[in-house]
């Protein structure tokens, strides 16, 4: 429903005054600060301006009700949000130009044209010789696994490539479709960027409960999923520890972990080989899953970033694909993923060692934590800010970590057993706005 613009005079005269002699309304107007219901109310009741744009309406269209003082003050409330807009299209813009979010992706073949990234061509070899559930471990760091335990210490020998920390290289078969793409540094120009998502990786890491409890250090999954194995259904995550939390404030830890998926999704796209970018793209739109969304949010598209120097609203950015991860430490032995689209995505955003003493490297050795793809015989040592592609239907994992090394990132995935799910619950609501709508509705 449209405000309403035209109120008895008297009253509204009343309210003019009641806020030009409010000290606390006419210094928040000065400051350019948010208006909120309580500063804009009238005494104990509701403001008959709803916002900041309709009290200056009210303004405009009733000059001569309103007080000089409160018409300063709304003059220069005006400025200020004027210089707030513009200072945060800018830092838009900034951000977008510095991850190459407006650029059309490059191809495997035009990126190395740019002599920044290296095409290898290498076919996967059979790797039924190395079984599923297999520690992985960097040679010369065997001391990390427990004796009695089966583990394959990498490289296993010289046929098997390993990327360097400051190596950019693209992987295609013989066929020339990609197979692995590793990228270096394509946030270097923004590390505070870097530093907000790992702040918000680190919240919820101590907020949230992760999955995978067998592997090693927390993985945390949001957006949709498919609820316990014992009990599939449909839904959103919903894995805060702290069921206790007043919904305002549930609703911002979730609305800072959508930010740095969407963000992390929007980056991977644009730096990712385009093979990769648009294969997924294609899978999610036959898919047909709703875009990754929390509790009490109805938009499909849009995110903030509540950074150290104000919130940046992306409203009409798209949102990440239905199904996200954040980690920390996260150590998987040998296994394979079923994913609806040809590839997975990460962004390694952290890695660091904190503690050297007890991280005790001997020479050359890892400090671990690698990517590991088995059957293309290829060890992907760890570094911040490194975006990936990769093939998970084909056996990989991560190798031990030394103690004293943090490591922290973001993953798109796509995995069937959600596909299913969701296929599931369409088929029996046959309406997928009206189930998504249903799901996100926030319970009163």
């Given at each position: 429903m449209a405000p309403k613009l035209f109120m008895d005079h008297n009253l509204l005269r009343q309210y003019f005054e009641h806020l030009a002699g409010s000290p606390c309304f006419i210094h928040a107007l000065k400051k350019g600060d948010d208006l909120d219901k309580n500063l804009l109310a009238f005494g104990g009741d509701p403001g008959l301006a709803r916002s900041a744009c309709h009290l200056k309406v009210l303004a405009i269209r009733n000059p001569k009700l309103v007080p000089e003082s409160l018409r300063k003050?709304?003059?220069?409330?005006?400025?200020?949000?004027?210089?707030?807009?513009?200072?945060?299209?800018?830092?838009?813009?900034?951000?977008?130009?510095?991850?190459?979010?407006?650029?059309?992706?490059?191809?495997?073949?035009?990126?190395?044209?740019?002599?920044?990234?290296?095409?290898?061509?290498?076919?996967?070899?059979?790797?039924?010789?190395?079984?599923?559930?297999?520690?992985?471990?960097?040679?010369?760091?065997?001391?990390?696994?427990?004796?009695?335990?089966?583990?394959?210490?990498?490289?296993?020998?010289?046929?098997?490539?390993?990327?360097?920390?400051?190596?950019?290289?693209?992987f295609v078969d013989s066929e020339g479709l990609v197979s692995l793409a590793v990228l270096r540094g394509r946030c270097s120009q923004r590390p505070d960027l870097l530093a907000y998502v790992n702040r918000i990786i680190n919240e919820a890491v101590n907020d949230r409960k992760g999955v995978r409890p067998n592997h090693g250090g927390e993985l945390i999954q949001f957006g949709w999923n498919a609820g316990p194995c014992h009990a599939r259904v449909f839904g959103l995550v919903n894995n805060l520890t702290s069921k206790k939390l007043p919904m305002t404030a549930r609703q911002e830890k979730d609305s800072r972990a959508l930010g740095i998926l969407a963000l992390s999704w929007n980056f991977l796209v644009a730096s990712l080989p385009a093979e990769v970018s648009t294969s997924c793209i294609e899978a999610i739109d036959g898919a047909g899953l709703p875009s990754m969304t929390i509790k009490g949010d109805k938009s499909d598209s849009g995110y903030t970033l509540d950074l150290p120097n104000g919130p940046l609203c992306f409203s009409?950015?798209?949102?990440?694909?239905?199904?996200?991860?954040?980690?920390?430490?996260?150590?998987?032995?040998?296994?394979?993923?079923?994913?609806?689209?040809?590839?997975?995505?990460?962004?390694?955003?952290?890695?660091?060692?904190?503690?050297?003493?007890?991280?005790?490297?001997?020479?050359?050795?890892?400090?671990?934590?690698?990517?590991?793809?088995?059957?293309?015989?290829?060890?992907?040592?760890?570094?911040?800010?490194?975006?990936?592609?990769?093939?998970?239907?084909?056996?990989?994992?991560?190798?031990?970590?030394?103690?004293g090394v943090h490591r922290q990132g973001t993953a798109i995935n796509f995995s069937t057993h959600i596909k299913?799910?969701?296929?599931?619950?369409?088929?029996?609501?046959?309406?997928?706005?009206?189930?998504?709508?249903?799901?996100?509705?926030?319970?009163?």
């Open positions: 003050a709304l003059s220069g409330y005006s400025l200020q949000s004027h210089k707030k807009q513009n200072a945060a299209r800018s830092q838009k813009w900034s951000i977008a130009k510095a991850l190459g979010l407006h650029a059309t992706p490059l191809t495997a073949q035009s990126l190395a044209d740019t002599e920044t990234v290296k095409v290898v061509t290498r076919d996967r070899s059979d790797a039924t010789a190395f079984k599923k559930g297999t520690l992985l471990v960097d040679r010369g760091n065997e001391d990390l696994v427990d004796s009695g335990v089966t583990s394959l210490s990498v490289p296993v020998d010289d046929s098997w490539y390993v990327i360097e920390p400051d190596e950019s290289i693209i009409t950015a798209k949102r990440a694909p239905s199904e996200g991860y954040m980690s920390q430490n996260y150590e998987a032995p040998i296994h394979t993923d079923q994913l609806y689209a040809p590839y997975a995505m990460n962004w390694v955003t952290l890695h660091r060692i904190e503690d050297p003493d007890l991280c005790q490297l001997q020479g050359d050795c890892s400090s671990g934590g690698n990517y590991v793809d088995v059957s293309l015989r290829v060890v992907v040592k760890c570094a911040t800010d490194t975006v990936m592609s990769m093939q998970p239907k084909f056996k990989h994992g991560t190798t031990l970590a030394r103690e299913k799910a969701f296929d599931e619950a369409n088929a029996i609501e046959g309406d997928v706005k009206a189930m998504v709508t249903q799901l996100v509705e926030e319970k009163k």
